[in-house]
């Protein structure tokens, strides 16, 4: 990488860092405030999904703006928004407040992520999906050691003080704004651009729907156990501390698979590492929910590597099906569909009190493996490689 690939790629992928961890931060304060709030377990489950709705599933429309205006603002203010409100959750004395915050900080969460994959697929061209996956191993790795920090500061305070992690989104901030990549602004027609967009997205639109299925499916299965495993792992007898540990292990491997699936996937292609990990993510993530003592915990860890594996791979092979909508495609992979994703707790919340948190979760990771094989109706690296690039109302970048 260049050296202003590099600088781009380390400071968008601690602004990624940051903005995930305040994310995952909720996760293991869930039972916390629950009783807090006196919420029902309906009422709980709707929160992640809540806060997904504003930072997963508005994110085309970020994209879709920052396509046609700048990239480069929407990237420099998310992590401070995002910080400055999801960073209060402790502090919310009613449910109304403590959704109000979560749609402020999401929309900050939002409004990061595909500018951030853009302009760092734009300052790493030539090592597209070596850069996508560091910086979206980035992200998975701030996601990872949230629960963790916030753990941490919760026991030796208590849930008010969640707000001590706020200072972490305004130095991303700054760091972003400081030395992050610049742009040219490109002209367009802006009776025209909408056009555009649909005209690229028609010419491409079966592969485009078999890599959004099969995002929604790892993202459903990743966040129903992240949502899940807290609530298994108290009734187990777990303390908070030991719960937030669990749950680092496994986002940390979902860091390290979303690292190295960049790279098997430049050496051996995209195709087969979802096929491969498809078959597996069934069999660790039922041996996880299903089993207990380390079995249960070496197989929730190697079921986060495997479902994290391909996400950055998908964006990148986005980009290249239209590499003049990078922000745009990045939004439909990173965002809409983790936001569809992320409603799986919710609406599998009524077939917990039938069949448990363990045997809906066990079902669950039966969905991953069955859209693994819509890979075979996307084209091969070589073959994107060799098409040629779809007009666009700007210069693809």
């Known amino acids: 990488m260049k050296g202003e690939g590099r600088r781009a790629l380390l400071v968008l992928g601690f602004g990624h860092f940051v903005n995930d961890l305040h994310t995952s931060t909720l996760y293991p304060l869930l039972p ?173 639109w079966r592969p485009m729907l078999s890599l959004y299925l099969i995002t929604v499916s790892r993202s459903a299965t990743y966040v129903m156990t992240n949502s899940y495993m807290p609530f298994i792992l108290t009734h187990r007898g777990y303390s908070l501390r030991e719960t937030g540990g669990l749950l680092t292990a496994y986002l940390l ?25 498809g078959i597996l993510i069934p069999l660790f993530l039922a041996t996880a929910a299903l089993t207990t003592g380390p079995l249960s915990v070496a197989a929730l860890i190697a079921g986060g590597f495997a479902l994290m594996s391909v996400f950055p791979v998908n964006v990148a092979t986005a980009q290249e099906l239209a590499p003049g909508e990078t922000s745009t495609v990045s939004a439909l992979m990173m965002g809409f569909a983790w936001g569809v994703g992320s409603m799986s707790p919710a609406l599998c919340e009524p077939l917990t009190r039938t069949f448990g948190f363990e045997g809906v979760l066990a079902a669950m990771a039966a969905f991953p493996l069955a859209t693994s094989f819509l890979t075979l109706w996307i084209p091969d690296e070589r073959a994107l490689l060799l098409r040629p690039r779809v007009a666009s109302p700007h210069p693809a970048e």
């Open 253 to 277: 491997a979902g860091a390290c698979g979303s690292f190295f699936g960049g790279a098997v996937a430049e050496r051996f292609g995209g195709r087969w590492l979802t096929l491969g990990t």
């Open 32 to 204: 916390l405030i629950a009783r807090r709030l006196n919420l029902s377990e309906a009422e709980v489950f709707w929160l992640a999904p809540l806060l997904n709705l504003t930072s997963s599933l508005m994110q085309p429309v970020y994209g879709f703006l920052a396509d046609r205006y700048t990239r480069r603002a929407f990237a420099v203010v998310g992590p401070a928004i995002a910080g400055s409100f999801i960073s209060l959750i402790g502090t919310a004395t009613s449910y109304g407040m403590l959704l109000l915050l979560l749609i402020l900080g999401g929309i900050g969460n939002g409004a990061f992520h595909p500018q951030g994959a853009a302009l760092v697929a734009r300052a790493n061209e030539h090592r597209r999906r070596l850069a996508l996956s560091t910086f979206s191993s980035s992200g998975t790795l701030g996601f990872a050691l949230g629960p963790m920090i916030i753990t941490a500061i919760v026991a030796a305070t208590d849930l008010t003080h969640t707000y001590l992690l706020m200072p972490l989104g305004w130095v991303a901030t700054l760091l972003i704004f400081r030395y992050g990549p610049r742009e040219d602004r490109h002209p367009s027609d802006k009776r025209e651009v909408f056009g555009s967009l649909t005209s690229t997205l028609r010419g491409v």
